[in-house]
T-cell receptor, first 111, second 114 residues
Framework: EAAVTQSPRNKVAVTGGKVTLSCNQT?????MYWYRQDTGHGLRLIHY???????EKGDIPDGYKASRPSQENFSLILELATPSQTSVYFC??????????FGSGTRLTVL | AQSVTQPDARVTVSEGASLQLRCKYS??????LFWYVQYPRQGLQLLLK??????VVQGVNGFEAEFSKSNSSFHLRKASVHWSDWAVYFC????????????FGEGTKLTVSS
């Protein structure tokens, strides 16, 4: 069965600190995505990738970087975390134009 | 611009009653539409998807949805709700014609009463 694993499950960070959220998928899917979920906004796309070495900006990329070092791994990086980035972050993978498979989420609190 | 609107933030139905969750989309061209469900403390899971063709699509656990081009809608239905359907439901549209790059609605939280 498809599996997308996110770490950590919960994270508390300080304003101005660097935060890295990790995502690993065992589906051998080409495409991976990072979304954030906020009340009143649903899910919004931050960055995505079509394969190892590629990253693309989504709808709300400001303040975030992404890294796809391999087919399996896709990281979201907050170089200078701010309280407005407090949210729940979801990683997802897809083979192409098919179903998104989501991880269980990372709850990030920036104090 | 492409968008998805779910006009009902919260819906409560009795167990065994029928259900309709509303979704309106704005998209230039042929939309590819999806319903995802999020159970407590979990990621989203696909319920069903519409690719151009038959306007009524069947999903898992007895869910179905009907696409209407004239109404720009993709409402989700279920004939008889079970307590295990208690969850948040998201409607989404593909913004690259069938790609997995989606725009999501705000979600509808379904509560099932006994």
């Amino acid at each position: 069965e498809a599996a997308v694993t996110q770490s950590p499950r919960n994270k508390v960070a300080v304003t101005g600190g660097k935060v890295t959220l990790s995502c690993n998928q065992t589906n051998n899917h080409n495409n991976m995505y990072w979304y954030r979920q906020d009340t009143g906004h649903g899910l919004r796309l931050i960055h995505y990738s079509y394969g190892a070495g590629s990253t693309e900006k989504g709808d709300i990329p400001d303040g975030y970087k992404a890294s796809r070092p391999s087919q399996e791994n896709f990281s979201l990086i907050l170089e200078l975390a701010t309280p407005s980035q407090t949210s729940v972050y979801f990683c997802a993978s897809a083979r192409g134009a098919e179903t998104l498979y989501f991880g269980s989420g990372t709850r990030l609190t920036v104090l | 611009a492409q968008s998805v609107t779910q006009p009902d933030a919260r819906v409560t139905v009795s167990e065994g009653a029928s259900l309709q969750l509303r979704c309106k989309y704005s998209y230039f061209g042929t939309p590819y539409l999806f319903w995802y469900v999020q159970y407590p403390r979990q990621g989203l899971q696909l319920l069903l998807k519409y690719y151009p063709g038959d306007p009524v699509v069947q999903g898992v656990n007895g869910f179905e949805a009907e696409f209407s081009k004239s109404n720009s809608s993709f409402h989700l239905r279920k004939a008889s709700v079970h307590w295990s359907d208690w969850a948040v439901y998201f409607c989404a549209v593909s913004i690259q014609g069938g790609s997995a790059k989606l725009i999501f609605g705000e979600g509808t939280k379904l509560t099932v009463s006994s």
